[in-house]
């Protein structure tokens, strides 16, 4: 079955303490996205990477790492993670980055 | 800014058709359009895309009307796994590497 798989799903942590979400898909894309989700003010790209060691940017990307070294997995890093960096993550693999398919979501809180 | 607009919500009875109207008066002529839903959290899901022509898939059908300027994504028959919040996109950020979601339109379905 195609799919997008995120883990955590949840995940609870203190400030400061770096944390990886991990997302693999097995549909060979070879782009793949992180987006942020929060209330009032949609999904935001954090990240995204057009193949395997391209990564760049999105429109919010402070304080977050990303990493391309397979084509199937695109892990997401908070190195030192903030209260306002809590929110509902997702991670996305598309063919042409018109059709995304999208992973189930991890939500993260930082106390 | 999001170049769309949909209604905030809509109600639709189990078994009917849902018609989901969405106004893109300001598409560009190779822009397409798309919509995904959201169920509750869950990743966004694609649902279906279209340039010009009509398009219908196993999940929807969706209509474009002859100026482009605005669609409407039709669930022929509508069930209660069916209430989500509907995105209609067509624009993507600055550097062209996400759609937009916008606030979509939020459809219930019920018995």
């Known amino acids: 079955e195609a799919q997008v798989t995120q883990n955590p799903r949840y995940l609870i942590t203190v400030t400061g303490k770096k944390l990886t979400v991990t997302c693999s898909q097995n549909m060979n894309h070879e782009y793949m996205s992180w987006y942020r989700q929060d209330p009032g003010l949609g999904l935001r790209q954090i990240y995204y990477?057009?193949?395997?060691?391209?990564?760049d940017k999105g429109d919010v990307p402070e304080g977050y790492k990303v990493s391309r070294k397979e084509k199937r997995n695109f892990p997401l890093i908070l190195e030192s993670p903030s209260p306002n960096q809590t929110s509902l993550y997702f991670c996305?693999?598309?063919?042409?980055?018109?059709?995304?398919?999208f992973g189930a979501g991890t939500r993260l809180s930082v106390l | 800014d999001a170049k769309t607009t949909q209604p905030p919500s809509m109600d639709c009875a189990e078994g009917r058709a849902a018609n989901l109207p969405c106004n893109h008066s300001?598409?560009?002529?190779?822009?397409?359009v798309y919509w995904y839903r959201q169920i509750h959290s869950q990743g966004p899901q694609y649902i279906i895309h279209?340039?010009?022509n009509n398009e219908t898939n196993e999940m929807a059908s969706l209509i474009i009307t002859e100026d482009r300027k605005s669609s409407t994504l039709i669930l022929p028959h509508a069930t209660l796994r069916d209430t989500a919040v509907y995105y209609c996109?067509?624009?993507?950020?600055?550097?062209?590497?996400?759609?937009?979601f916008g606030k979509g339109t939020t459809l219930s379905v019920s018995s």
């Open positions: 996305a693999s598309s063919p042409d980055r018109g059709i995304q398919y």
């Open positions: 990477s057009m193949n395997v060691e391209v990564t």
């Open positions: 279209g340039l010009k």
């Open positions: 300001t598409i560009s002529g190779n822009e397409y």
């Open positions: 996109i067509v624009n993507r950020n600055q550097a062209g590497t996400a759609l937009i």
